[in-house]
C-alpha cells in the first residue's frame, strides 16, 4: 500500500474547499444513483436468462455459470480494488464504477454467445466492487454524522434497491417492450450513463488520498470476535447461497414448473427477495444482539422448508413467502455481523475484517449456485431445488445449535 502520509491530486487538495467537496443535495442524489444504477445492473439478466437459454442454446447448468462469474468478479474486485478510493479518492472511482456498468450493458447488448456474456458478468462483478465502497463512504464524507437521515441508511437502500429494481424493471421491460433481449439493456446502458455524468459533474469529497498500489487485500478473521463473526458470515452465505440460486434460477423453475412465462413475474420474486434483505437490515436495529443471529437462523430454516415446498408442490404463493422470510433474515445476519465488526473488533483491522466477511458472502453466492446447476444435470430442478433447501437448513441448525450451545456455556 502507498505511505498514507503522501497525498495524490496535490492541485485537487488545495482548491477543493470543503463546501464544494460535499456539493450539497444533487451531489448525494449522484452518488445514491450511481451506486442504485450499477447494482440494478448486475440484477437485470435475471428475467432473461430463459430468454438467453432459448436464444443460445444452453442449459441450466450454464446459467448458474454465468451468474456465479459475476459474484467471483466481485470477490475479486474486492481483494484488488478494496481501498481504491481511499489510495486515488471517491469520485474516479465512481467514475469508473459506472463507465464498467455502461460496457457491462453494452457488451450484453451485442452478446451473441456465453462467451461474451461471461465477459459481460465479470465487468459487471467489477463495478459492484468498485462502486460499493467508494460510494458508502463518499455518501458519509457528503453528509456527514449529523445528517437527519444516516449516510449508511441512504447506501444500504440504494444499494439493496438497485439489486432489487434491476431484476423487475428488466422483467417488466422483456414483457411489454419490443426485442425483450436489447430494450432492457439499451435503458440499462443510458441509466448507467446518466449516472456517470452525475458523479463526473461534482467535486470529490476524500480530502486525503494515500496513492495508487496494486495489492490483494489481505483477509482478517478478528481473533476478538472470531466465533461470532464465524457464525454471522455462515448464516448470512446461507442467505446468498439462497439469493443466488433464486437469482440463477427462478426463471427455469417459473418457466418449466409453474408454466409462468411472465419476465416480470421472476423479476418479481427476486425484487422481493433484495427488498427484504435490505429491510433485514434495519429491523436488525431493533432487536437485542443476542436474539438477532438466532433469529435470522430460525429465518432461514423457515424459509428453506417453504421455498422446498415451492418446488414440492408447483405452487406459487410458498415460493413468495420463502424469498420474503429469506430476505429479512439474511439481512438481520448481514447487519448481526456488520455490526459486530464495526463495534467489537479492533480498529486497524475492521476495513480487512468487513472486505474478509463480504468475500465470504459473495463466494456463498457463486459456489452454491453452481452445485445447484450440477444437480439439475444430474437430475432435475425439482431435486436439486429440494437438496439445496436441506443443505441451507442444515447448516443454519447447526449455526443456531452452535449459539444455543455457547448461550448454555455461558449460563
Not at 444500504?156 to 430494450?183: E, K
Not at 445476519?333 to 464495526?342: C, E, L, M, N, R
Not at 475492521?350 to 456463498?364: D, E, H
Not at 437438496?387 to 447448516?395: K, N
Amino acid at each position: 500500500m502507498g505511505n498514507p502520509t503522501v497525498r495524490s491530486m496535490d492541485s485537487t487538495d488545495r482548491t477543493d474547499t470543503p463546501d464544494r467537496m460535499k456539493g450539497g443535495g444533487l451531489a448525494v442524489f449522484s452518488v445514491a444513483f450511481a451506486l442504485w444504477i450499477t447494482m440494478a445492473g448486475t440484477t437485470a439478466p435475471t428475467p432473461l436468462y430463459p430468454l438467453y437459454g432459448e436464444q443460445f442454446g444452453f442449459t441450466p447448468f450454464t446459467v448458474t455459470v454465468v451468474f456465479a462469474v459475476y459474484a467471483l468478479g466481485v470477490v475479486l474486485g474486492l481483494l484488488l480494488f478494496g481501498r481504491l478510493s481511499d489510495q486515488v479518492g471517491r469520485r474516479p472511482v465512481l467514475i469508473a464504477a459506472t463507465l464498467l456498468s455502461v460496457c457491462a450493458a453494452a457488451v450484453f447488448l451485442v452478446a451473441q454467445n456465453v462467451g461474451v456474456m461471461l465477459v459481460a458478468r465479470v465487468v459487471s462483478g467489477f463495478s459492484a466492487a468498485l462502486v460499493t465502497g467508494a460510494a458508502t463512504a463518499s455518501l458519509a464524507e457528503r453528509l456527514g454524522p449529523t445528517a437527519r437521515v444516516k449516510p449508511a441508511t441512504i447506501a444500504l437502500f440504494a444499494n439493496m434497491g438497485g439489486l432489487a429494481c434491476g431484476t423487475l424493471l428488466a422483467g417488466v421491460l422483456a414483457d411489454v417492450a419490443p426485442s425483450p433481449l436489447r430494450t432492457p439493456w439499451v435503458v440499462m446502458l443510458v441509466l448507467a450513463a446518466i449516472g456517470m455524468l452525475g458523479v463526473m459533474v461534482n467535486g470529490e469529497s476524500c480530502a486525503h488520498r494515500t496513492g495508487f498500489s496494486l495489492q490483494f487485500q489481505p483477509l482478517h478473521v478478528p481473533s476478538e470476535i472470531r466465533s461470532d463473526f464465524l457464525r454471522s458470515a455462515m448464516a448470512a452465505g446461507s442467505g446468498f447461497a439462497v439469493l443466488g440460486v433464486l437469482t440463477a434460477v427462478t426463471g427455469l423453475f417459473l418457466g418449466t414448473v409453474l408454466n409462468e412465462t411472465s419476465h416480470a413475474l421472476t423479476g418479481l420474486v427476486v425484487f422481493i427477495a433484495f427488498a427484504c434483505t435490505a429491510l433485514g437490515q434495519l429491523l436488525v436495529r431493533a432487536l437485542k444482539p443476542a436474539t438477532a443471529l438466532p433469529a435470522a437462523c430460525l429465518g432461514l430454516i423457515v424459509a428453506a422448508a417453504l421455498i422446498a415446498t415451492s418446488m414440492a408442490t408447483g405452487t406459487l404463493a410458498p415460493l413468495l413467502i420463502g424469498a420474503a422470510v429469506n430476505g429479512l433474515a439474511t439481512g438481520i445476519a448481514v447487519g448481526h455481523g456488520i455490526g459486530s465488526i464495526t463495534t467489537r473488533s479492533a480498529p486497524q483491522h475492521r476495513g480487512a475484517s468487513v472486505s474478509t466477511f463480504f468475500a465470504i458472502l459473495y463466494s456463498m453466492l457463486a459456489v452454491p449456485a453452481i452445485g445447484v446447476g450440477v444437480l439439475i444435470r444430474e437430475t432435475s430442478l425439482r431435486p436439486a431445488g429440494e437438496t439445496f433447501s436441506a443443505a441451507v437448513a442444515a447448516l443454519s441448525l447447526c449455526v443456531l445449535l452452535s449459539l444455543v450451545r455457547t448461550g448454555r456455556k455461558a449460563a
